[in-house]
């Protein structure tokens, strides 16, 4: 686990959301379609993630990656962009 999204070495995170070029990563047209500018696209990428999370809510997605149940927790995916 890395503390950033930024810090994790195969992330498009620094494509999408801090707008880096790189040679591995090229924007999906979907997400290319969600906003007309790069500004717009670059905070709903994030949007969901915004709120500061609670300690009993990364408590459970933690024990839901752990046992890959994660889908199961329906505060997470109702903060789903999809």
Same mark, same amino acid.
């Given at each position: 686990?890395?503390?950033?999204?930024e810090?994790?070495?195969?992330?498009?995170?620094?494509?999408?959301?801090?707008?880096v070029?790189?040679?591995?990563?090229?924007?999906?047209?979907? @997400?290319?379609?969600? %906003?007309?500018?790069? =500004?717009?696209? !670059?905070? *709903?990428?994030t949007?969901? @993630?915004?709120?500061? %999370?609670?300690?009993? =809510?990364?408590? !459970?997605? *933690?024990?839901?990656?752990?046992?890959?149940?994660?889908?199961?927790?329906?505060?997470f995916?109702?903060k789903?962009?999809?």
């Amino acid at each position: 686990m890395v503390a950033r999204p930024e810090n994790y070495p195969c992330s498009s995170y620094r494509s999408n959301v801090m707008g880096v070029d790189d040679d591995l990563t090229q924007p999906h047209e979907n @997400f290319l379609e969600l %906003m007309p500018s790069t =500004e717009e696209r !670059q905070h *709903r990428y994030t949007a969901p @993630f915004e709120d500061e %999370m609670g300690r009993r =809510e990364l408590v !459970q997605i *933690r024990r839901g990656v752990d046992d890959m149940e994660l889908l199961k927790i329906q505060s997470f995916c109702l903060k789903l962009p999809y």
